[in-house]
C-alpha cells in the first residue's frame, strides 16, 4: 500500500468514476425507455407481416414481383452488420461481430477466396473490430450513421437500396445481423437472412409445419405486390436497427449498473486499507514518542 495521501487520491479518483457511471447509467435507463416502447410497439406489426409475406411469395409463381424470394446459387453475399456507434456497453458490440465472424468463418468460408462476401456496416464499432479481421473483405461504410435517425423515412432508402442490388443479381443472398432485444439484462446478437424471403413449406407427412393462405387480390396481384413487398421489407429492415438500438442502451445501462457497484465495492475497500495505514501510523508515531521519553528518563 502507498502513502496516505495516494490512497486519498485513489478513493477520490474511484468516487470520481462512479459519479460518471452512474450519471451513464440514468441516462441508458432513460433512453432505453423510449427505444424500448419503440421496438415492443413495432415488432409484432413487422412479424405479422413478415409472416405475410411469407404466405404471399410461397403462393406466387415466383416471377416478376416475387424476385425477392428468387433462391440463387450464392455466388456473392452481402452481410450487414448492426452495431453501436459508442461503447461502455459491455459484450454487446463484440458479440454481434463475433456473431458476423461465425457466419463468415462458417457458412461462407468458400465465397472468401473468390471475393464473394460484402460486409455493410452500420454502426462504428462493428466496423472497427472487422476491419482488422476482414481485411481481404470488401466493406462498405455509406450508412455507419443510421442511428443518428431511426424513423422510417431515412432507413427505407438503404434498406431500398439492398433492395435493389439483390434484385440485380449483384448479391444472391442478405443477411443483417443485430442485436435482439429481450429485456434490459438481456440481449442476444442474432443473424437473420433478410433476402431471399423464406417461403413457407409444408409437408404431406406433416401439415402442421406451416400454413399457406390463399389471399385474394384487389385490384391485380402484380400492382398490389410493387407496392405491399417492399414496404414490408423495408418495415423488417427498420425492425433489425430499433432491436439493435433498445439492445445497446439496455448493455449499457447493465454495464454501468456493475461499474458503479464495483466502484462502491473498491471505494469500501481502498478505506478500509487508508484506515489501516493511519492507525499504523499513528501507533508508529506513539512507540517513537513513548521511547524519546524513555530515552530521556534513562
Known amino acids: ?5 495516494e490512497v486519498r487520491d485513489r478513493i477520490k479518483s474511484v468516487q470520481s468514476t462512479q459519479q460518471i457511471t452512474k450519471a451513464m447509467k440514468m441516462v441508458s435507463a432513460a ?4 427505444a424500448q ?3 415492443v ?3 409484432p406489426y413487422a412479424m405479422k ?3 405475410m409475406l411469407r404466405n404471399i411469395l410461397s403462393n406466387t409463381d415466383g416471377s416478376g414481383v416475387t424476385s ?6 450464392v455466388q456473392n453475399v452481402l452481410i450487414v452488420v448492426v452495431t453501436s456507434n459508442r461503447g461502455l456497453a459491455g459484450a454487446f458490440n463484440a458479440n454481434i461481430s463475433k456473431e458476423a465472424a461465425r457466419l463468415i468463418e462458417e457458412d461462407y468460408a468458400h465465397l472468401r477466396t473468390s471475393k464473394g462476401i460484402t460486409l455493410a456496416m452500420i454502426g462504428k464499432k462493428g466496423y472497427d473490430y472487422l476491419k482488422r479481421r476482414y481485411a481481404d473483405l470488401k466493406i462498405v461504410t455509406d450508412h455507419m450513421d443510421l442511428f443518428s435517425d431511426l424513423s422510417y423515412e431515412n432507413i427505407s432508402p438503404v434498406s431500398q437500396l439492398i433492395m435493389d442490388r439483390f434484385a440485380e443479381k449483384r448479391y444472391d443472398r442478405v443477411h443483417v445481423v443485430f442485436g435482439r432485444f429481450k429485456n434490459a439484462a438481456q440481449q442476444f446478437p442474432e443473424a437473420e437472412q433478410f433476402l431471399p424471403v423464406k417461403k413457407i413449406e409444408t409437408t404431406g407427412d406433416n401439415p402442421a409445419s406451416g400454413h399457406r393462405a ?3 387480390f384487389e385490384p391485380d396481384e402484380e400492382t398490389l405486390l410493387n407496392e405491399l413487398i417492399p414496404s414490408i421489407l423495408q418495415i423488417q429492415f427498420q425492425r433489425y436497427l430499433l432491436d439493435t438500438h433498445a439492445s445497446e442502451h439496455g448493455a449499457r445501462m447493465t454495464a454501468m449498473d456493475k461499474a458503479t ?3 462502491e465495492e473498491l471505494v469500501k475497500d481502498l478505506k478500509i486499507s487508508y484506515n489501516k495505514a493511519r492507525q499504523e501510523a499513528i501507533t508508529k508515531e506513539l512507540s517513537e514518542i513513548v521511547g524519546g521519553a524513555a530515552a530521556l528518563e534513562g
Open 1 to 5: 500500500m502507498g502513502s496516505l495521501k
Open 31 to 34: 433512453k432505453l425507455r423510449r
Open 37 to 39: 416502447d419503440a421496438i
Open 41 to 43: 410497439s413495432l415488432r
Open 49 to 51: 407481416l413478415n409472416d
Open 68 to 73: 425477392f424470394s428468387d433462391d440463387r446459387e
Open 214 to 216: 390463399d389471399y385474394i
Open 261 to 263: 457497484e464495483n466502484a
